[in-house]
């Protein structure tokens, strides 16, 4: 009889972490949302809507500076994506698809808002919801210093690092080729660990 | 033989450069959380199907007023007509022409020069004397 050694999965690195799956539980079911969607159905669209807009969000938010903005790409991208559904194949995944409208609409608000009010950026850095860490000054300092990045920058990073998107993925969600998406992490990375390393020692 | 190449290095896949920094993940990760509230989904979805139940326009800087459009169009189409109607008679123009060039002008033949005799006179007696 052979004894079987169960050992627990290895745990994940620092920087690492486990990448969110987008791709539904059935995907034909998603194809038959998507076309019944193309022939009109609301509550098809609907259905997409609800199964889609938590990813949507992050790709937004990685994008923009504020959760309203992230909160306004959302629902412009959703918009041109049912004027445009006509015009998507089935046989494609429908959240690709849909993730580089939401990054079209998100760069579109980012380029308002920088000619708009481009002096008062890091006062409209906010966030709805509050949690009792919030005035911690790492946090504080930290979203400062997000807002001050190049906007692409700041998208590559969190879409990195918080989204778990590839460089790849991010390449074609930004526009940008895939060393660019690299290069932009390392910049931004070092950046912010530049930042962090200031308020670990303080003089 | 694998060469080891000072300027390029291999990095996986996944992206993870190993410059990647837990503190700062983590202190990212609590920024950029998504609201977690099933309320929160349910009412911007509402809103969504809202606006396209409405059948609302996004207004994109390169959308233009309906009535601007039609104006466009037709002056467009005039000009159109006009470019049209120059570009036919130019060409008329240019067939008449390459017919005249093949069968000559309509109104005479080749021209016969008359040289005069005394001119010819003169040239001789000019190069007897100027040998």
Redesign the interface.
């Given at each position: 009889m052979t004894a079987i050694a169960l050992r627990p999965a290895p745990a994940p690195r620092a920087g690492t972490f486990i990448r969110l799956v987008t791709t539904p539980d059935r995907p034909d079911d998603e194809k038959a949302l998507v076309l019944s969607a193309q022939r009109g159905e609301l509550e098809a669209f609907s259905e997409l809507v609800r199964r889609h807009q938590r990813r949507a969000y992050a790709v937004a938010r990685a994008i923009v500076v504020t959760h309203e903005d992230a909160e306004d790409a959302v629902q412009d991208a959703f918009l041109h994506a049912y004027r445009a559904l006509h015009r998507f194949l089935p046989d494609q995944a429908f959240g690709a698809w849909l993730h580089r409208i939401v990054s079209n609409a998100s760069l579109d608000i980012t380029r308002r808002r920088k000619v708009r009010d481009a002096d008062d950026l890091p006062e409209t850095v906010a966030s709805p919801f509050r949690d009792p860490a919030e005035s911690d000054e790492l946090r504080l300092r930290l979203r400062d210093a997000l807002a001050k990045l190049p906007v692409r920058q700041r998208s590559v990073i969190v879409l990195h690092d918080v989204e778990g998107f590839k460089h790849s993925e991010i390449g074609k969600l930004l526009g940008i080729p895939e060393g660019t998406a690299r290069s932009d992490l390392h910049y931004a990375r070092s950046a912010l660990r530049a930042l962090l390393q200031q308020l670990r020692s303080p003089q | 033989m694998i060469y080891d190449r000072p300027s390029l290095r291999l990095?996986p896949?996944?992206?993870?450069?190993?410059?990647?920094?837990?503190?700062?993940?983590n202190?990212?990760?609590?920024?950029?959380?998504?609201?977690e509230s099933a309320g929160y989904?349910s009412a911007?979805?509402r809103?969504?199907?809202d606006?396209?139940?409405r059948g609302?326009t996004?207004d994109a800087w390169w959308s233009v007023p309906t009535q601007w459009a039609r104006l466009g169009l037709m002056a467009a189409g005039f000009a159109l007509i006009v470019a049209a109607s120059l570009f036919l008679r130019s060409h008329a123009e240019q067939r008449q022409m390459a017919y005249d060039s093949v069968l000559g002008p309509a109104n005479g033949g080749p021209t016969l020069a008359i040289r005069d005799a005394q001119t010819e006179r003169q040239a001789t007696i000019n190069y007897i004397n100027g040998r």
């Amino acid at each position: 009889m052979t004894a079987i050694a169960l050992r627990p999965a290895p745990a994940p690195r620092a920087g690492t972490f486990i990448r969110l799956v987008t791709t539904p539980d059935r995907p034909d079911d998603e194809k038959a949302l998507v076309l019944s969607a193309q022939r009109g159905e609301l509550e098809a669209f609907s259905e997409l809507v609800r199964r889609h807009q938590r990813r949507a969000y992050a790709v937004a938010r990685a994008i923009v500076v504020t959760h309203e903005d992230a909160e306004d790409a959302v629902q412009d991208a959703f918009l041109h994506a049912y004027r445009a559904l006509h015009r998507f194949l089935p046989d494609q995944a429908f959240g690709a698809w849909l993730h580089r409208i939401v990054s079209n609409a998100s760069l579109d608000i980012t380029r308002r808002r920088k000619v708009r009010d481009a002096d008062d950026l890091p006062e409209t850095v906010a966030s709805p919801f509050r949690d009792p860490a919030e005035s911690d000054e790492l946090r504080l300092r930290l979203r400062d210093a997000l807002a001050k990045l190049p906007v692409r920058q700041r998208s590559v990073i969190v879409l990195h690092d918080v989204e778990g998107f590839k460089h790849s993925e991010i390449g074609k969600l930004l526009g940008i080729p895939e060393g660019t998406a690299r290069s932009d992490l390392h910049y931004a990375r070092s950046a912010l660990r530049a930042l962090l390393q200031q308020l670990r020692s303080p003089q | 033989m694998i060469y080891d190449r000072p300027s390029l290095r291999l990095v996986p896949d996944d992206g993870d450069d190993g410059d990647g920094d837990a503190t700062l993940t983590n202190t990212l990760r609590a920024l950029y959380a998504a609201p977690e509230s099933a309320g929160y989904w349910s009412a911007l979805e509402r809103r969504i199907m809202d606006r396209i139940a409405r059948g609302e326009t996004l207004d994109a800087w390169w959308s233009v007023p309906t009535q601007w459009a039609r104006l466009g169009l037709m002056a467009a189409g005039f000009a159109l007509i006009v470019a049209a109607s120059l570009f036919l008679r130019s060409h008329a123009e240019q067939r008449q022409m390459a017919y005249d060039s093949v069968l000559g002008p309509a109104n005479g033949g080749p021209t016969l020069a008359i040289r005069d005799a005394q001119t010819e006179r003169q040239a001789t007696i000019n190069y007897i004397n100027g040998r």
